[in-house]
Nanobody, 114 residues
Framework: QVQLVESGGGSVQTGGSLRLSCVAS????????MSWYRQTPGNLRDLVAF???????NHVDSVKGRFTISRDNAKNTVYLEMNSLKPEDTAIYYC????????WGQGTQVTVSS
């Protein structure tokens, strides 16, 4: 069982920045593909970005150039640096752990006001 604990969400104005963190338990973090998803009421959970075990990253088009996913294997932590935030970025953000088993964090709310 892997526990994921997200933090760093909050309320900011348009153009602001936030840094989300997700700490994983266990000793297999370095081998996992880590992802950030987001979800708004009534909608499916959508992928935002992922980072592979060897550090390759992918960001969806809507956040490219504004968001950056990274990881620190020594701290079992994945980050999502979010800059130039827009109201449409408002959502609950979840991290996901994938190492042949899938685990989700509890989510952290991000609210961007205009």
């Amino acid at each position: 069982q892997v526990q994921l604990v997200e933090s760093g969400g909050g309320s900011v104005q348009t153009g602001g920045s936030l840094r989300l963190s997700c700490v994983a338990s266990g000793n297999r973090f370095s081998r996992a593909i880590m992802s950030w998803y987001r979800q708004t009421p009534g909608n499916l959970r959508d992928l935002v970005a992922f980072i592979t075990a060897d550090g390759r990253t992918n960001h969806v088009d809507s956040v490219k150039g504004r968001f950056t996913i990274s990881r620190d294997n020594a701290k079992n932590t994945v980050y999502l640096e979010m800059n130039s935030l827009k109201p449409e970025d408002t959502a609950i953000y979840y991290c996901r752990y994938n190492n042949n088993e899938l685990y989700w964090g509890q989510g952290t709310q991000v609210t961007v006001s205009s």
